[in-house]
C-alpha cells in the first residue's frame, strides 16, 4: 500500500539497514536500503507482467526494469533455457552499466532436492560438532570433512549444481553479452536463491545480499571452483532471521545480520519467509518512502504504519489478498 510509511524504530537500528557500498537505488540518497535487496529478492518468483508494475510502484515509474528479454535472449544463445535454475536482471535506468541479478529460491521438489545434494555435508559438519563435547575443536577441519564427503559424489553434484550458471550469466555480463557490458553488478536471492547468491557473488566478485541464504563456509572448498574463506568473508552478506533453520545452515562469514522474527514459536518455517523477513527490515529501519505490504500487519503482526494520505490502513488493505 502507498501513502503510509513506518519511521525507523528507537531502539539501537540493524547496523545493516542501509548498504554504504555500491550503486545506490532511485530514491536514496547516497545507499541502498538493504529492504530494496530484499524485495528484489522476492521479485525472483514473479513474472514479467506481475514483476514490472511492482518494480513502478517501489522504485518509481521505470526507474528499475525487468529486463527479461535480455536474459530471454542470453538463455536461448547459450542453449540453458532448459535448466530450471531460474533468475532476472533487474536494470537501473539511471545507471545503466549497473544491475542486480536476483536468483529465485526454492519452490519446486527438483530444487529442494539440490538444496540437500549441495549442502548435505555441511549439514553433517555441523551435527558432528553439535553433538560432540568437544565440537569445537573440530572447527579448523569442518570444511576438510566437507570436502571429503562431497567428494563422493562430485560430479553428480556438477550436474545439479545451479550456481554454475548464475555464475556463467554474472561473468558474462561483466565481459558484455550482446554488447552491453556492465561494471557494477550485485547478486540477491532468498533461501536457495540466497544461497546460489552467496557462491556467485563470491565465484564472480559481484557483491552478494543473500535473505535467508544457505551459507557456504564449511562447503567452500567442495565448489566449482572451489571457494576461499576470503571470498567468503569479503564478497557476501547474509540477513538471517532469528529461528531460521534454513538461514543457520552451514557456516556464514564475515558479514552477516541476524534479525528479529515475530513468527509462532511453535512453527518449523515461520521465520524462513522471504516476506516476512522485507517487513521485518521496513519496520526496524524504516520505510524510506517504499510502499508497505498489508500482509505486513495481517499476516506477520506488526503495528499498522502511519498515513501520508486520507485512507486509513484499513481502508486501504480491505481488498488486498489474503
Known amino acids: 500500500a502507498d501513502d503510509f510509511y ?12 542501509s548498504v554504504q557500498k555500491g550503486f545506490t537505488f532511485p530514491g536514496m540518497d547516497s545507499s541502498a536500503a538493504l529492504a530494496d535487496y530484499s524485495f528484489l529478492a522476492t521479485m525472483a518468483f514473479a513474472g514479467p507482467e506481475e514483476a514490472q508494475p511492482l518494480l513502478n510502484q517501489w522504485f518509481g515509474e521505470n526507474q528499475v526494469i525487468d529486463d527479461y528479454e535480455y536474459v530471454s535472449k542470453y538463455r536461448e544463445e547459450t542453449g540453458t533455457e532448459g535448466h530450471p535454475v ?12 549497473s544491475a542486480v541479478v536476483s536468483i529465485r529460491g526454492s519452490e519446486s521438489m ?13 549439514v553433517l559438519a555441523q551435527l558432528v560438532r553439535a553433538v ?7 572447527t579448523p577441519i569442518l570444511d576438510e570433512m566437507v ?21 556463467a550469466f554474472v561473468n558474462d555480463l561483466y565481459a558484455g553479452f ?40 564449511y562447503s567452500r572448498r567442495t565448489f566449482d571452483p572451489p571457494i576461499t574463506k576470503e571470498q567468503l568473508d569479503t564478497r557476501v552478506f547474509n540477513v538471517i532471521p532469528d529461528r531460521d533453520i534454513i538461514a543457520r545452515i552451514d557456516q556464514p562469514g564475515m558479514l552477516y545480520q541476524r534479525t528479529q522474527c ?37 499476516k506477520y503482526g506488526y503495528p499498522a504504519p502511519l498515513t501520508n494520505g486520507t485512507l486509513t490502513w484499513e481502508e486501504a488493505c480491505a481488498d488486498a489478498p489474503e
Open 6 to 17: 513506518w519511521e525507523p524504530q528507537p531502539q539501537l537500528p540493524y547496523p545493516t539497514c
Open 86 to 97: 531460474s533468475y532476472k536482471l533487474f536494470t537501473i535506468a539511471a545507471l545503466p552499466q
Open 110 to 122: 527438483w530444487d529442494w532436492m539440490v538444496d540437500i545434494q549441495l549442502w548435505a555435508g555441511g
Open 132 to 138: 560432540n563435547p568437544f565440537g569445537w575443536m573440530w
Open 147 to 167: 570436502y571429503f564427503i562431497n567428494s563422493v559424489q562430485s560430479e553428480q553434484l556438477k550436474d545439479v549444481s545451479y550456481y554454475r550458471y548464475t555464475s
Open 178 to 217: 550482446d554488447g552491453r557490458k556492465f561494471e557494477n553488478l550485485r547478486v540477491t536471492g532468498a533461501s536457495l536463491g540466497g544461497g546460489l547468491a552467496i557462491l556467485t557473488g563470491a565465484i564472480t566478485g559481484a557483491s552478494a545480499v543473500s535473505i535467508s541464504g544457505l551459507n557456504a563456509m
Open 262 to 298: 515475530r513468527g509462532p514459536k511453535n512453527s518449523l518455517f515461520a521465520c524462513h519467509s522471504m516476506w516476512r523477513s522485507l517487513c521485518e527490515l521496513q519496520y526496524q529501519c524504516g520505510s524510506n518512502g517504499r510502499p508497505i505490504n498489508c500482509w505486513c500487519t495481517s
